[in-house]
């Protein structure tokens, strides 16, 4: 997510005025090189118990299809290496992004203040407080996005207008987001939805994280 790691710039969602790249209308989706084939860092199994699940919430709690909410997956995916990189790889303690979707910045900052609110600091890398604070971001001051994707019925526009309007990377990497946004899809789709639960409590555990 791309965000400059600064207090003095002002942050205005709907216009992003902090960020060099120009948002896009989102049937002018810019063509996404092919793919490369180099191995990723990390598996995909712990994305695939999770990913379900929190589609699951997202479509119970916004009213998504089953695309809308794969397509944020994908950009959550992507963001977090697949939800095993939760602080941005590179940076010091307390630069660069956090959680699920890399917060960043001011951002950051917020994200940092709500889990200071409700006692969760500790517990940042949990699935609880990431879940509710993005629940809190797209129902306030990201209202609009859902708006947006909820007009979207193709996954990789959906894909893009999430990471256009919401993430703004510096470099968008799109493939990337297509590609677990189709996963989170398919697992979505093969699974019951008992099976989904059982799945992510599974993968948690086996983590050694908190819900």
Known sequence: MSDP?????????????????????????????HPTHH????????????????????????????????????NIGTESAGFHTLHEAGQKEGKGGYGWAQWTGVRRKKFFAWLAKHHWVSEWTSDAPNYLYLKEDLKTTYASIITLLKKQTDLNKAVFVFEDRYEHAGVPNLGSRDRYAKIALDEYKKNT???????????????????
């Open 5 to 33: 790691d600064t207090s003095s710039q002002s942050h205005d969602p709907a216009l992003h005025s902090h960020h060099q790249r120009k948002r896009r209308h989102p049937h002018h989706r810019p063509a996404t090189p």
């Open 193 to 211: 939805m008992p099976q989904i639960l059982r799945n992510y409590v599974q993968s948690v555990w086996a983590q050694g994280v908190s819900i």
């Open 39 to 74: 191995k990723p860092k990390y598996d995909d199994q712990l994305f695939k118990d999770k990913a379900p699940f929190i589609m699951a919430l997202l479509m119970k709690d916004f009213d998504l299809t089953p695309v809308q909410a794969a397509a944020i997956l994908g």
